[in-house]
Every structure is written in C-alpha cells, then in structure tokens.
C-alpha cells in the first residue's frame, strides 16, 4: 500500500488528537498491549517516535541516503544499536521481548524509517488511535484497509521498546468497538 502524502498527513492529525467517529472505516486493526508502566507514559513514547517518523515521511526525500534522526527520541535510537549503554530499562526490556516473540535482533533505526517512504508498499498499516484498556493495558488501533494480513513488525518493534511487554494481535475489529473505547 502506498501511502499518499495527504494521507501521512492525516495520521499526523490523528496521532494528536482523536479522529472524528464518522471518518472511521467500517473495519480497523488493533493490537492489544501489556505495558511495563502507565499506558499515558507508554502513549507518550509512542507518540514521540512516530511523529517525527511522519514527519520526515512528509518532509524528506527518501534517496537511499540516511534520514536525520536529530527529532527521534534519543532512548529509541539507542534501542537499535547492540550494546549502546544508555537504554532505559523499558527500552532494553522491550528489545529482549521483541526479539522473544518475533525472532532476529533489534531494527537498525533506518531501516525502521525507511518503512514510512510514502513510495514504499511495505507498511501495511496507517495509525488510527491508541485507547486505554486499564492502568496496564492499551489498544493500539490502526487502519489496514480491511486487511487482516499486513507488515507490521516496526510497529511491534515500537510498541515492545515503548514499554510493551506483550504485544497481541493483529485482530480486525468493527469500528463501533474502537468508538466506545476511551482514548489516552
């Protein structure tokens, strides 16, 4: 799925503020997450890191060249590189579950950008919303354009070193479900 950039630009709007009942699609995905911690701390993470991230899908050429990664939090830019010495313990916890549950190592920080190339058909998914579950647990809620399959492992590599220590799903969901949850 190629994302137009109209389209990036909608998820940045969602991703400060809860979309319009009436603009959901008939179908969304979602991905029920454990967190190590609050899930407003775990929604403010998550938030810093793709904001940028769509950001530069918006701004930035995607030649090959290396993207600026002065706006990516720093905690996250360390959670890419083996043996950097100052990752916050959500954030090494979060590799060693990631790389538990999905296998290989962590993602290499430009390779994990270069999967928002508005030209790149390999993210499947487009951010919706983030609910709150209870004090522990959230649900990342994303579009997918009624597809039940998609690439998504960047966005389990968010979720998991954001604070994550179970990451469930995909699973479609009628949007009246996401509707009635309540929004962190």
Same mark, same amino acid.
């Given at each position: ?7 990036? *630009? ?11 009942? +009436? ?13 190590? =911690? /609050? ?8 938030? /810093? ?39 916050? +313990? ?5 590799? *060693? ?7 290989? =190592? !962590?993602?290499?920080?430009? *390779? ?6 508005? +030209? /790149? ?24 354009? =009624?597809? /039940?399959?998609?690439?998504? +492992? ?13 990451? =469930?799903? !995909? ?14």
């Amino acid at each position: 799925m190629i994302h137009e950039i109209e389209d990036i *630009e909608q998820e940045r709007v969602r991703l400060s503020r809860r979309p319009a009942r +009436d603009d959901a699609p008939p179908v969304l995905c979602a991905f029920d997450v454990r967190t190590s =911690g /609050s899930v407003t701390e775990f929604a403010t993470r998550v938030r /810093s890191v793709l904001t940028p991230a769509l950001q530069l899908a918006v701004s930035q050429p995607f030649t090959g060249e290396d993207l600026p990664i002065d706006a990516i939090p720093d905690w996250f830019v360390a959670a890419g590189r083996p043996g950097a010495v100052s990752v916050p +313990d959500f954030a090494l916890r979060g590799v *060693e579950l990631y790389e538990a549950a999905i296998g290989g =190592g !962590p993602w290499d920080l430009q *390779e994990w950008l270069y999967q928002f190339d508005p +030209d /790149s058909e390999f993210r499947g998914w487009a951010w919706w919303d983030l609910t709150h579950s209870s004090d522990r647990e959230t649900r990342i809620w994303v579009d997918t354009w =009624g597809e /039940s399959f998609f690439a998504c +492992d960047e966005l389990r590599w968010l979720a998991y070193v954001s604070g994550g220590m179970e990451v =469930g799903g !995909p699973t479609l969901v009628r949007a009246p479900d996401w509707i009635a949850a309540t929004t962190v």
